[in-house]
């Protein structure tokens, strides 16, 4: 058997409130950083939830408060995730030649004032509803908070009629 590079193939993907039900032990995050495995997470919820689960699930999981800092979950939610997934030479980082996908937060609400640290406020504070502006691959989709590619009742329309296609199973 030739030689491999670890780092081509070990990943890992998780949702912290999906498999938080599970009745497997959640994987504790010194594994992750002890050993650098990659992690990437499943983008189908709410990301800023996700976020701030993992990192008190790993909390209270270990009993210690300094596991899994802040700025580590916002570097595992942008470059790690990209690594995870192969894509770091194109996405992860905002850098000249890269994809850029950005939102911006609204850090004038009531859940953001005061920011002491932006790290910390980015995994313990925000909420979806902050999201003001979204840009997608440099286009704008999403601007004060108005959905600009979509038409938002439409969507809701053919998601409740396959909600009801699904409940009828």
Same mark, same amino acid.
């Given at each position: 058997?030739?030689?491999?590079?670890?780092?081509?193939?070990?990943?890992?993907?998780?949702?912290?409130?999906?498999?938080?039900?599970?009745?497997? @032990?959640?994987? %504790?995050? @010194?594994? %992750?950083?002890?050993?650098e495995l990659r992690f990437s997470p499943e983008y189908d919820l709410d990301l800023f939830h996700e976020a701030q689960l993992?990192? +008190?699930?790993?909390?209270?999981?270990?009993?210690?408060?300094?596991?899994?800092?802040?700025?580590?979950?916002?570097?595992? +939610?942008?470059?790690?995730?990209?690594?995870?997934?192969?894509?770091?030479?194109?996405?992860?980082?905002?850098?000249?030649?890269?994809?850029?996908?950005?939102?911006?937060?609204?850090?004038?609400?009531? @859940?953001?004032?005061?920011? %002491?640290?932006? %790290?910390?406020?980015?995994?313990?504070?925000?909420?979806?509803?902050?999201?003001?502006?979204?840009?997608?691959?440099?286009?704008?989709?999403?601007?004060?908070?108005?959905?600009?590619?979509?038409?938002?009742?439409?969507?809701k329309s053919q998601v409740r009629q396959i909600a009801e296609k699904v409940r009828l199973i």
């Open positions: 058997i030739g030689r491999f590079n670890i780092d081509e193939f070990v990943k890992s993907q998780r949702t912290p409130f999906c498999h938080s039900g599970e009745s497997r @032990n959640p994987v %504790y995050s @010194n594994s %992750y950083q002890a050993s993992a990192a +008190l699930l790993q909390k209270g999981v270990t009993g210690d408060p300094t596991i899994l800092p802040a700025e580590k979950v916002f570097s595992m +939610l942008t470059i790690d995730g990209a690594r995870a997934v192969g894509l770091a030479e194109r996405v992860g980082s905002l850098e000249v030649g890269k994809q850029a996908d950005l939102a911006v937060i609204d850090f004038d609400s009531a @859940n953001l004032t005061p920011s %002491y640290d932006l %790290y910390s406020h980015f995994i313990y504070a925000i909420a979806a509803s902050n999201v003001r502006h979204v840009m997608i691959d440099g286009k704008m989709v999403m601007q004060d908070r108005q959905l600009l590619t979509l038409d938002e009742g439409e969507v």
